[in-house]
């Protein structure tokens, strides 16, 4: 059985398959539409434990593409609030028998805490600070689309790095992929170590941005926050916000964003709406022919 928790789940030539497969269905989509149904009767449940708007919907809308019935288990209406345990409720939806179930949770592991209990393909769509797989793989997906390579990028993690499972599957990801990374980041959120070597830290953008083919910036995750040593949103928009006059330090990097955006804090208005810098959308279109490709992964292993 193949579950998705984090991306060393995953070998190289998984990556390289993963991320081939995902832009033939980039391309299907784009053409029409036509696609085979390799997940026809199979049955997938989400389990969203956290907010979530595109990460979701594009699961469900890769599901469907692929010909999957998917189940939404609705953390609001289910036994949870009649303090069901969470093993007690993973149980129950694993006697189900469901062909394989998505699942975002606050808690460090629980995807794995799944994989090892309810007897189906677990696929993460984000857990904690930890691991967030297929946001990684669409981005890397996206870079690849934009520059045509990852190999020899200098690619720029700026802002809550400490708090973000963006960060960390990206850094493990685009560290394998040959990536050069930098984390720009104040102190307090700099993670005090890294699961990968080799990363540039900054704590100044205006040194840290030069020489960037990709920026990546990330928001302030301020739920995941124990101390309340962050700035306002306008100290901090003019100390850390991605603004025409800081994009000019490195003129032909592109600008990533995994959503959602706190306009007017890590990014401007025009830095976000960005004609020819911005990806963000292209992110977003991403998200299904990624997770396309995972679900078919983890499905028909
Ligand atoms: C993020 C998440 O939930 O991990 N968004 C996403 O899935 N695209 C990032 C965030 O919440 O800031």
Redesign the pocket.
């Known amino acids: 059985m193949k579950h998705l928790t984090g991306i060393n789940d995953l070998s190289d030539s998984d990556i390289t398959a993963l991320l081939d497969k995902a832009q033939g269905y980039a391309d299907a989509l784009n053409n029409g539409g036509k696609v085979e149904r390799s997940l026809k009767r199979k049955t997938i449940i989400t389990m969203f434990f956290?907010?979530?708007t595109?990460?979701r919907l594009s699961f469900e809308m890769a599901a469907h593409k692929l010909g999957a019935s998917v189940v939404n288990w609705d953390l609001e209406t289910s036994s949870v609030k009649k303090n069901e345990t969470f093993l007690d409720t993973i149980l129950t939806v694993g006697a189900m028998k469901p062909d394989a179930v998505i699942v975002?949770h606050a808690e460090f592991e629980a995807p794995v805490f799944m994989s090892r209990r309810m007897g189906c393909p677990i696929v993460n769509?984000?857990d904690s600070w930890r691991e967030?797989p297929t946001?990684a793989l669409l981005d890397a997906l996206t870079i690849r689309q934009a520059k045509g390579r990852i190999e020899g990028l200098t690619i720029a993690l700026c802002g809550?790095v400490a708090h973000?499972?963006?960060a960390s599957s990206n850094l493990a990801l685009l560290s394998r992929l040959g990536a050069k990374l930098r984390v720009i980041a104040p102190d307090f959120l700099m993670p005090q170590k890294f699961s990968v070597s080799g990363i540039e830290t900054f704590t100044d953008m205006d040194k840290g941005l030069p020489g960037c083919d990709i920026i990546m910036m990330?928001?302030n995750?301020k739920e995941r926050m124990t101390t309340g040593n962050i700035p306002d949103d306008t100290t901090f928009h003019r100390q850390y916000g991605l603004t025409t006059d800081r994009l000019a330090l490195a003129p032909n990097a592109l600008v990533m964003h995994?959503?959602?955006m706190n306009r007017g804090v890590e990014i401007s208005d025009d830095i976000a709406d960005h004609p020819t810098h911005s990806l963000i959308l292209k992110q977003v279109t991403n998200?299904i022919p990624t997770r396309m490709a995972v679900l078919d992964y983890c499905l028909n292993y």
């Open positions: 956290e907010n979530s595109r990460t975002r769509a984000g967030h946001q809550d973000s499972r963006v990330l928001r995750q995994p959503g959602p998200g």
